[in-house]
């Protein structure tokens, strides 16, 4: 059978606005370091690349670790990676649930095998940290996984004193910042977290697919008791530890750690290109300046809530722990959520979010990350959406969005 002609067609994606909860576009910069030509994994300048890797990231992590590195996958990746890692099977684990990411930490933890405790609060809120310190304490839990923002509600938990609780219960913390590293301050070390873990596809402004991590010393050793070199690549100077062996090759995290030392164990092929890409959202980022960086998301963010307000619109949760970067609105009773998104799509190339659970076919989420935290994107989306509101008949005060985002931005 003959294959269809369109098959050998260059690729020609259209040139889309990406103003959801993520992946946003990837800053050319990065783009163009993706072109750059392969390397073999064990080149001195490849095995010199990911030392800069290290030393990049740690400022971004808020951290001093030696530990801080790339996972080959998507964010959940180094999520699993970092779970399987810190608890074996039977061991006690908290979540703090308060969205579809901290469900996710809990369907990886029972895959494992762990036993879960959950502290439980509403979408729109995160958890106070005296439920956390009293259900760690009533639980006896050896680890405490949370979410920082958790993407589907875009709440932001609170988390300076949590380390000291875990640490005086003798538990590891455990976080995932995918949705926050970049673009909110990420303290891994005044926190006290032992790992945290990100994706490149939000406010670190690349494409999906390598995940930055870093690991405390504490945490480290905990791992590396756990050490169990797989057969075909054991070495002398590589010792098992007596610990339960981490119930997956590709996640291990102390051979991708040994991977990581000049020990240079061969454990996976580092994804090559996607270490460029990390590399240069580092430097992006670092450039930029963490701090002139987190202002400009909390700009982008101050902007979008005030044009959605303007435009007649209420937003979802807690307004004093949204993340800056995700702006959630209700979709106004009688408009058709997904014939905006589509009209947003097919009229103005702009992707914006739909939402998750308890939340689905109720909300909008507005993102603007990396890249697309920028005032004329935040401003475009905001004229887009209004004249698509106004073309599904919703009466709202026309011409106010844009200068109320204008204004906000500028605050
Ligand atoms: C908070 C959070 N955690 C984890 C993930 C999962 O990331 P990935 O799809 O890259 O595996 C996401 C993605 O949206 C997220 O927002």
Known sequence: ?????????????????????????????????????????????????????????????????????????????????????????????LVLNFGRFGLLLTEILSRIGAEIATVDVPWGEVVPLEAIGEAIARTGAKVVATVHGDTSTTMAQPLDGLGALCRDAGALLYVDATATIGGMEIAADRWGADVVTGGLQKCLGGPSGSSPITISNRAAEHIFARRH???????????????????????????????????????????????????????????????????????????????????????????????????????????????VRSAMRENFEIEIGTAFGPLTGKVWRFGAMGYNAMKHKVLITLGALEACLVAEGFKLPVGEAVPAALRAWGE
């Open 229 to 339: 070199v797989e057969q075909g690549i054991r070495r002398d100077d590589i010792v098992d530890g007596g610990g339960v062996r981490i119930g997956s090759n590709y996640f291990d995290l102390a051979m991708i750690m040994d991977y990581w030392s000049e020990k240079r164990l061969n454990h996976h092929t580092e994804a090559t290109t996607m270490l460029y890409a990390a590399r240069e959202c580092a430097r992006v980022v670092l450039g930029e300046g963490l701090e002139a960086r987190f202002a400009r998301h909390a700009a982008a963010g101050r902007a979008m809530s005030a044009g959605l307000k303007a435009m007649g619109l209420t937003l979802f949760g807690d307004d004093r722990h949204r993340m800056t970067n995700v702006t959630p609105a209700y979709i106004p009773d009688g408009v058709d959520g997904e014939r």
């Open 1 to 93: 059978m003959a294959l269809d002609s369109r098959l050998f067609g260059e690729i020609d994606p259209p040139q889309r606005l990406l103003m959801g909860p993520g992946p946003v576009n990837a800053h050319p910069r990065v783009l163009r370091a993706m072109a750059a030509d392969l390397l073999g994994q064990f080149d001195p300048e490849m095995t010199g690349y990911m030392n800069e890797v290290m030393a990049l990231y740690r400022p971004i992590f808020g951290t001093q670790n030696q530990w801080t590195m790339l996972i080959d996958g998507t964010a959940r990746a180094a999520i699993e990676a970092g779970l399987v890692s810190l608890a074996a099977p039977g061991d006690k684990v």
